[in-house]
């Protein structure tokens, strides 16, 4: 029995329609709002009430599970010590075999990281593992919880404060399908860390070019200063947890620690990887110029906010 945390996460949500598709082994897919994930996979999807913060519920989502996809819900470091790493030992409480756990390139070696403690308790708490630390998701540009999609829809521009700072964008399709595949087939796996990143070194100018040729409209690298990105973020809703995170990241980027790459990837595919061009083409769609009042950019003092994590799935 598989146990998903986080399907509502970029990695997540890939491995729950691979598990739900494929009906390659039992599973079950863990959230704070079940009978939302049967409106997004079907009504039939083995869905299970779970939430990190609530450890009175861990053990009925976690009977007879042998192997958990596990999430970081929230981007904090007192959610580590407080939730995650209790919920490791709770997996070695009920019996878990397996973890397969999704963290970022370095995290073992920073412990302001808030994967760090995660990472650690479960290297120590005697369960098989995987750990897969993942570069920048290409579909960061797409999701609500970063608002980056909105820009680039209304306002013709990736404003993201990383300069001309290299990433190897990484597709969390591919990433779900890796998990997915090390989840069917543990065995070699067991004890390793993976970092695994996207085919290609890139700046946002460059997806901005690739944008441009894909979408059929000049999309523009806006390159704003920390604050300014943060005031655009903080005026739009996004939530403190989330906004710290991201600002870490995009100055990781700035200063050259998001570009490194390995080949890790499509060893664990056994196919190439997405390319930020292929992922363009699929989301295409989500670019599209905004044209009804509802969605017009809150920065402007007009519009809804939009909105913060979901907390744990």
Known sequence: MILVTGPNGNVGTELSQLLVKRKSAPYRIASRHPESLRKQFGV???????????????????KGVESVFLLFPLPHPATAKNHMVPFVYACRDAGVKHIVYLSVPGADKVSIVPHFHTEKAIRECGIGYTILQASYFSQNLIRDISTHWVDIAKYNEIYIPA?????SFIDSRDVGEAAFNIMLDPAPHLGKTYVVTGPENLSFGDVAQIMTEELGRPIRYANPSLPAFWWRMKRRGVTGDVLFFMCITYLLGRRGKNGPMTDTLPKLLTRPPNTMRDFVRRHRDKWQPLSHEAKLDPTLGRGPGWGGPKRGG
């Open 44 to 62: 039939d999807v083995p869905a299970v009430a779970f939430d990190f913060l609530d450890h009175a519920g861990w053990p009925d989502a976690l």
């Open 163 to 167: 300069k001309q700072g290299l990433h």
